[in-house]
């Protein structure tokens, strides 16, 4: 059963750092681009950060970019989004999500993610 479970999402202050962890079973996670998304009460879906199979490029969107970094070990299994300087805008449900595409970068078309978690909240307020 493919699964892939998100965890380390809580309250924080303004400035702080949180760090994500999406765990994946059921499939081979160095096989699949992996990205993280998030949604906003109100706000359409928005991609974060995505890392590449073999080479782990990674991208960010202009709105995290500088602060938020993702990883991933295959060993383990695990996908990481280590977000620093966390703003109140930064406040939403954050996602993981697997792409088996073979594009040599990766994006946040959302239809090309066959795999989704089911989330965890981040709230960043003082």
């Known amino acids: 059963q493919v699964q892939l479970v998100e965890s380390g999402g809580g309250l924080v202050q303004p400035g702080s750092s949180l760090r994500l962890s999406c765990t994946a079973s059921g499939f081979t996670l160095g096989h699949y681009i992996m990205a993280w998304f998030r949604q906003a009460p109100g706000k359409e879906r928005e991609g974060v950060s995505c890392i590449t199979t073999t080479l782990g490029s990674t991208s960010n969107s202009n709105s995290v970019e500088g602060r938020f970094t993702i990883t991933r070990d295959d060993v383990k299994n695990v996908v990481y989004l280590q977000m620093d300087s966390l703003r109140p805008e930064d406040t939403a449900v954050y996602s993981c999500?697997?792409?088996?595409?073979?594009?040599?970068?990766?994006?946040?078309?959302?239809?090309?993610?066959?795999?989704w978690g089911q989330g965890t909240q981040v709230t960043v307020s003082s």
């Open positions: 999500a697997a792409s088996s595409s073979l594009n040599y970068n990766c994006n946040f078309h959302v239809s090309e993610y066959e795999y």
